[in-house]
């Protein structure tokens, strides 16, 4: 298979960034261009090739894939580069459904006995997810909304669950091959549902929040 990288990410949509090391730069920029489509499954990309639209050398791009291919969003090919996995819908419903089955109690159980001062400091983080859904924005969008979850569940005060449930999350974000892409509706309403959950812990109101953690959990 062609190496796709130039046909893809074209120079002007090479994404810049401006903090953390240049490894952790190329991290970022390489998983937007995931989630948005730009580097699509099933095409190969080199290092050389990346490296030439992002203005670094291959070394950073190879260790930045090296780390999507632990995510689960590349393969990684000898002599040849990596491949972007392709995800069908089973795979996305398998890890939903470990999601559902790791965060609702642990959710669940914060509902109860976590204090509504507590909750109301995650306010910014749910809106942080809200604006990033009202912008349409895909990647700033999966960032807010892995930070949402992992405030969440960081008051279980579990280090393993948020290393595990993080990791979840994250495979779950890889977009499906083909024209079906995430919707700004899609976004809004998954943000709006944030808000809500947030809004009945922050009044100390479980029995209102427990409909609402298992909808969140509920395939659309």
């Known amino acids: 298979m062609r190496d796709t990288a130039r046909a893809r990410v074209p120079e002007q949509q090479a994404r810049k960034v401006v903090r953390h090391s240049v490894r952790g730069q190329i991290l970022e920029a390489l998983r937007a261009a995931l989630l948005e489509g730009e580097l699509a499954p099933g095409e190969i990309h080199s290092g050389p090739a990346l490296g030439e639209r992002f203005g670094v050398s291959a070394t950073p791009v190879r260790e ?6 632990a995510e689960g969003a590349v393969e990684c090919l000898p002599n040849r580069g990596f491949r972007v996995l392709t995800r069908t819908p089973g795979d996305l419903a398998e890890l939903a459904e470990v999601r ?3 965060e609702v109690p642990v959710m669940l ?8 001062g507590a909750w109301a400091a995650l ?3 749910a809106a942080e997810t809200a604006e990033a859904a009202a912008a349409g924005d895909l990647a700033r969008y999966a960032d807010a909304d892995r930070a949402f979850h992992r405030a969440v569940l960081a008051l279980a005060g579990n280090g393993q669950l948020l290393l595990v449930a993080d990791d ?13 892409r995430i919707r700004r509706a899609d976004l809004v309403a998954d943000a709006a549902e944030h808000v809500a959950l947030l809004d009945a812990l ?4 479980p029995a209102r929040a427990e409909p609402l953690i298992r909808t969140h959990f509920t395939p659309r």
Do not use: N
């Open 64 to 69: 930045a894939m090296q780390q999507l291919a």
């Open 100 to 102: 559902a089955l790791l």
């Open 109 to 116: 159980r914060l509902a109860r006995t976590v204090a509504p």
């Open 123 to 125: 306010g910014p983080v």
């Open 168 to 180: 979840l999350h994250r495979r779950s974000q890889w977009p499906l091959p083909g024209p079906s």
């Open 202 to 205: 922050t009044a100390g109101d």
